[in-house]
Structure formats: structure tokens, C-alpha cells
């Protein structure tokens, strides 16, 4: 059989030969854990991974696997066992690990899956693995590219591009997704054959959940296209911009950015790929102001005249010699933290107390102290300082046992392969090292 197969508008890839590419793909030596639930998508993954690696002994590719038992339904645990034993079946080492504490009343699936995630990087960190695995599906992309299509005011101002291949966690951990180019149907017939069963989760019943209803939705319109180019274009664009970043963009202490004016007469898909993410940078949000917020911040912008508007918490200080942007003061919440903990204040820094007293963590206001060169427009420089981070132990004075570092909240705690250029060129920009290279 083939290993490609050609589906709509969609190129798709049986699951051996999906498995077989990726291990081709992957840097020696590596050790892949398999994130598996027990459904047919993940149980297929590994089964395929299992597979494939048993015509290569010596690949110098080591193979484990992991379940994360939500605690959600009462059967979750009876069947995180029942995964362990089909990877005892597979000769695959498989750890369960549960996520415990009090569960939110709402946004209970984004939750999950930020504590999916930690959890799997807890667990490649236990046993030395060099990646994760996930099984996410074409169906899972052709559902991810319809939601996205139908929200009117998206919270991302680079959209279409679906779900990424690869994606870093945490700075410290790639996710790839070697079945992306896989249909569902595909690998259930690829179990099939192997006379291998799967568990059914009931919540992917449950229309509460928009995924589900965007599902049954394109199960009525199975011959909808894919509307994606596999991130292709945005990968151009983060390259493009992070050549922009190089030529035209300053950061000075971590607050304030400026930007050449001749650096506002680029290519406008630039600006507006470019322009969200510092937004979101300065602003300490995961994602840059919607589309329609964008549009009047690139309308003024294009204007070019001077004055001041405000945008996902970034004031954009629009002068004759450029652009300067900075965190509004205004919503900006202290942070405690006891003797050695570590924590995101305000979304823009990363701060661990190294001293053996509790510290606060406030918006600096008048008390700023950091230097920047001279030549730059004093109000702006006294908004900058205004929100730079200050660190007070709990006798009320000035903390210095304290590290701070840049957070950069789009990138630092996921960073999909499509924007790692432009990442690593604005984590420079702040001082910081490049982000973790992918595993293939």
C-alpha cells in the first residue's frame, strides 16, 4: 500500500509511513516519549512508533511512553491501567502520572491541557527524554482550522495556520506531532488489522465543548477542504520579521521598545505579524489584541502623525523619529513570593526570591531607577520606568536577592516551529539565549 494518499484538498500519510518519516527525521540519539490516553489516535501512535523502531534495533532511538490520569471521570484510572498494560504488551516502559488539586469551575479543557503539558515535561525530565510525542490527527486540524474560521473576533492576530508540527514547551521541551498528516479512519483501520482495541473517551460526545460541536458539524460536509498551508507562510513571515526586528527595533531594560521610523513603511503583513507579538510581549498577554484592535493601531500608525494610543495594556508613543512602546501603568498586580519560590510578574519577567525572607514584587512607579541613553523622549523613558519590576522585602526595603529575566509571555511558555526565528531574534533583543532547537 501507499504510504501517501491524496483526500480532498488534504495530502495524507498512512500511519507506518507517517511513524517511519519521523524517525528518519529525528537527531541520534533520542529518547521519544509517547503521550498516550488510551484512544485510537494515541494508541496507534505508539503502536506505530513501536513498529517501525523494530525494523531499526539499532537506531540509537529509545522509546517510553506516559499516561496523564486527569481525574475527571471516575474510570479515568482504571483506564490509565489498562494503558499500562498494553505498553507492557508492546515492551514499552509507560509511567502514570495523575494531576491532583482542586480542578477549575471553568476553562476546564485549556487548564487540562496546561497541566498535561507540565506534567509530560516533569516526566521527560525524570527519564532523560529527548521529546514528546503527541497524536494529534488531520481531523484534529481540519476541527482547529473551522474553529478558528468561524470565531469573528479571534484572540490571535496571526491566525490560519492551524496547528503547528512541532511546538516548545516551557522553553525546555519540543512537542512534536508526527500523525498530523494522518486521518483518524486511517489509523483505526491501522489497529484493525492488528486485531489491537482502543478506548473510547465519552467527552469527545459532549457538545459543551466547541470542538465536539465543530466535529459533528464537519461530519455532515466531509468533503470541506483543508484550508492551510502547513504554517508555510508564517514561517516566512517570522523569518521576515526578525530580519525587521535586526535593522529596525531597540529594547531598552526590558520596558521600553523603539522603533525606527522607517521601520512603519515595511511590507504591512510584516508590521502586522511583527507588531502583535511585541504587543503581547509588552503587555504580558500570551497573544497579541484582535484583529480589529490591530487594524486601528496599524491605522494610526499609518497616519503618521504624532500621539498616543493604547492597546492590549501597551501604550503606542508615536513620535517623529519612530515608535515607542510600552506596558500601560495601570492593572499591574503585585506578586508575593516566599524564600526561594519563582513566579511571572505581570506577565513580563520571570522573578525568583533568593533571599530568606518573603518579597513583593510592585510596578515601580516613581521609584524606576534603571538608566537609558540619553536622546530618547523623556516621556516616554518616565512611562518605561514607571512599570519596571521592584522587588521589596518584607522589612519594607529595597530586595537585591532577587533575579530577575524577561519573560516573553507569546513565546515562553509555548512556541510553535513556525515562529522560532522570530522568537530567538526578539528573545536577543532582551538579552536572552535562543530558544531550544528542534529535535528534528
Known sequence: MSGEAVTGAATAQMPDAAAADFIHS?????????????????????????????????????????????????????????????????????????????????????????????????????????????????????ETLAMRAARSNETESVGGTGIADAMLFNRRLWIVRPFLACWRADIRTYLARRGMSWLDDPSNEDVRYERVRTRKRLAQDAASPLASDGGAARAVLSTEAAAWLDRYVMVYAGVLCAVGRDALAADEAVLSYALPYLTAV???????????????????????????????????????????LMRENRDIRPLELASGAAGIWDGRFQIINRGTTAVRIEAAGARGAAEFPEGLPKGAVQRARAVLPLVISGDGE?????????????????????????????????????YARPPL
Not at 294 to 321: C, S
Open 26 to 142: 529525528l537527531f541520534k540519539p533520542a529518547h521519544i516519549l509517547v503521550a498516550i490516553s488510551g484512544g485510537s489516535d494515541s494508541t496507534g501512535l505508539l503502536a506505530a512508533l513501536a513498529e517501525q523502531l523494530k525494523s531499526y534495533p539499532n537506531s540509537d532511538i529509545a522509546l517510553s511512553a506516559a499516561t496523564i490520569d486527569h481525574g475527571l471521570r471516575p474510570e479515568s484510572a482504571d483506564e490509565a491501567r489498562d494503558v499500562a498494560a498494553l505498553c507492557v504488551s508492546l515492551g514499552v516502559p509507560h509511567i502514570i502520572r495523575r494531576w491532583e488539586g482542586e480542578k477549575p469551575k471553568s476553562g476546564i479543557m485549556a487548564a487540562a491541557r496546561e497541566a498535561r503539558y507540565g506534567l509530560l515535561a516533569d516526566i521527560a525530565a525524570e527519564i532523560s527524554a529527548t521529546l514528546v510525542v503527541t497524536a494529534h490527527t488531520l481531523d484534529d486540524q481540519r
Open 282 to 324: 509588552f503587555g504580558g498577554e500570551p497573544y497579541g489584541p484582535g484583529r480589529e484592535r490591530m487594524r486601528r493601531i496599524l491605522d494610526f500608525i499609518g497616519e503618521g502623525k504624532p500621539g498616543r494610543r493604547t492597546a492590549g495594556g501597551v501604550v503606542f508613543d508615536l513620535r517623529r523619529d519612530g515608535l515607542y
Open 398 to 434: 529595597n530586595a537585591a536577592s532577587a533575579a530577575i529575566v524577561p519573560y516573553l509571555a507569546p513565546f515562553d511558555r509555548f512556541l510553535t516551529r513556525f515562529d522560532l526565528t522570530f522568537a530567538d531574534r526578539l528573545s536577543a533583543c532582551f538579552g536572552r539565549e535562543p
